[in-house]
């Protein structure tokens, strides 16, 4: 059972486009790519496990249907100078983020705006 709900975590883990051979040609990237992997996996039960042991009992592909609604949009702007402002806002979460957020003690608004300035490429 274990083994099959490693893969079911593997599968949901991996997004289309990610889903193509590792064509790493040294020993040591491969390493990290399944390193990178398992590190993932383990975050992912983690979530599961923090989520069950609270009283919610669901799975990762539950949880990224349900949060995939909430996202993060970037505004760029340039400006008189040359320069280019950025700034990054997240959606206001709904009830249901909300309630995963704080059951995996979350802050509200754990993307802070951020203001960055570049100097635009001539």
Known sequence: MMLTRAENAFRCMKSPLAERHIFHHLEHRVETHVFLCVLAYHLLVSIEKTLLDKGLHTSWATLRESLKTHQ???????????????????????????????????PEQFIHPKKIYTELKK
Request: charged letters at 25%; proline letters at 6%; a neutral charge.
């Open 72 to 106: 993060v949009c970037t505004v760029v702007l340039p400006t008189d100078n040359g320069a280019v402002l950025r700034i990054r806002r997240c959606s206001t979460p709904e009830e249901n983020h909300m309630k995963i957020y704080n059951l995996l003690d979350v």
